[in-house]
């Protein structure tokens, strides 16, 4: 449980889900952490932090002697119950979420290009931009991130934002984040990759692999995101940690300040997750796009010294084993467009039917495999195998 208690009431054991202010008022690497000695919590108090959360999950709890204290002295942050939220299909949402695409895509490119041209960050521009996001996704959670994974390799780098966005919208919503936090971490991953704009183009599109000089530069595009948004006072910890950690690894070995562990905030895991499967599953100047469902398998290999496995596995429950969009292919030749999932069974989603091997294109026809036993998935297949355009199905 997230509790908000004040500084005095700390003690060690405590685990601290955040302190609540912006990076500058503090000099800990990080704003989660565990207070594991007096020099910690010493080094706490004599912050001008107020108040901080903390996760009773992960470390020791307040003690409560009498329900007055619990009034006075801590207060528990209560998440709101969940508003009534209209679902609609795959198909009636697409119309709409492929409007947000395109606009975040043009939002994202100016504040990207202003950048490059000196200018201030303008996240308010971007808080609107989110909320289409979030909306998008809470009436249907496949439909947008289905979308933003179709980029052009020459615009990557702001498309790529779009959709790490998307991703972290209903990787939050699928972890039980409130509203706020949702709506910080949409932001945060629009913001992410800013720093690449002080990243020099021919480093940044090189087609073949980066020199040991050129990766450290690439490297540097973390700190760059810092340097650039050092006099905002606006940027909550979601907001940071999705920015400053997307490129951390539990084993120590990311950067920019090789965090281990529990020194990564939840959203920082998260952020991480997301960069990497949006990159791999993207096409790019040097490399073609992996599958989703091959990617995600993948990366759960990646658990024992890069990702964080809780995570990952939350990650693939979001999404689902065969993500929508997936073309798959079927133990009867046939070749489709995953549309939607079953939480129940993750191996038997809906399908758009669109191609035969042995035939090519037939009339599409939508069915829902959990109804249909007599014919399974054998896997998932590129596009480029058979010439197909997705974008002329979805």
């Not at 991953?189 to 002080?198: A, E, F, Q, R, S």
């Not at 290999?301 to 979001?318: A, Y």
């Not at 758009?352 to 495999?369: A, C, E, H, Q, T």
Request: charged residues 25%.
């Amino acid at each position: 449980m997230i509790k908000k208690i004040s500084v005095a009431e700390l003690k060690i054991g405590m685990f601290i889900h955040s302190l609540g202010v912006n990076w500058l008022a503090h000099n800990f690497i990080t704003s989660s952490f565990l207070i594991e000695n007096m020099e910690i919590l010493q080094k706490l108090r004599a912050t001008k932090i107020k108040e901080v959360l903390i996760d009773t999950e992960k470390g020791a709890d307040i003690e409560i002697k009498s329900k007055e204290k619990l009034s006075n002295a801590s207060e528990t942050v209560n998440i709101p119950p969940p508003r009534t939220i209209k679902t609609v299909s795959n198909e009636e949402e697409t119309k709409i979420a492929k409007k947000i695409v395109n606009q975040a895509n043009v939002v994202m490119k100016q504040i990207m290009t202003d950048i490059r041209l000196g200018k201030q960050v303008e996240i308010e521009a971007l808080e609107p931009m989110a909320d289409k996001m979030i909306a998008s996704i809470e009436r249907n959670k496949d439909t947008l991130i289905s979308l933003a994974r179709m980029k052009t390799k020459d615009d990557y780098t702001f498309m790529h934002s779009v959709s790490v966005s998307g991703l972290m919208i209903a990787f939050a919503r699928s972890n039980g984040m409130d509203e706020a936090s949702i709506r910080e971490v949409a932001v945060g991953g629009l913001l992410h990759d800013i720093g690449k704009m002080i990243t020099p183009n021919e480093i940044l599109n090189k087609p073949g692999k980066l020199t040991d000089d050129e990766f450290v530069i690439m490297r540097n595009h973390v700190i760059e995101s810092r340097s650039l948004l050092q006099d905002r006072t606006d940027l909550t910890q979601n907001i940071q940690d999705v920015i400053y950690q997307h490129h951390e690894k539990i084993d120590g070995s990311g950067y920019p300040l090789k965090l281990k562990a529990e020194q990564i905030s939840t959203v920082g895991k998260m952020s991480a997750i997301v960069d990497i499967y949006d990159a791999l599953t993207s096409i790019r100047v040097y490399k073609t796009a992996w599958e989703p469902s091959v990617t995600l398998k993948k990366m759960m290999q990646w658990t024992d010294n890069h990702l964080d496995k809780e995570q990952m596995v939350r990650f693939i429950r979001c999404l689902g084993i065969y993500p929508v969009g997936t073309l798959v292919e079927m133990d009867s030749g046939r070749i489709g467009i995953v549309l939607d999932q079953h939480e129940g069974n993750l191996i038997r989603p809906k399908v758009k039917f669109i191609f035969r091997k042995n035939s090519g294109y037939m009339l599409p026809k939508v069915v829902d495999l959990s109804k249909e036993q007599n014919d399974k998935i054998i896997n998932s297949v590129a596009p480029e195998t058979y010439g197909i355009d997705l974008s002329n199905f979805i």
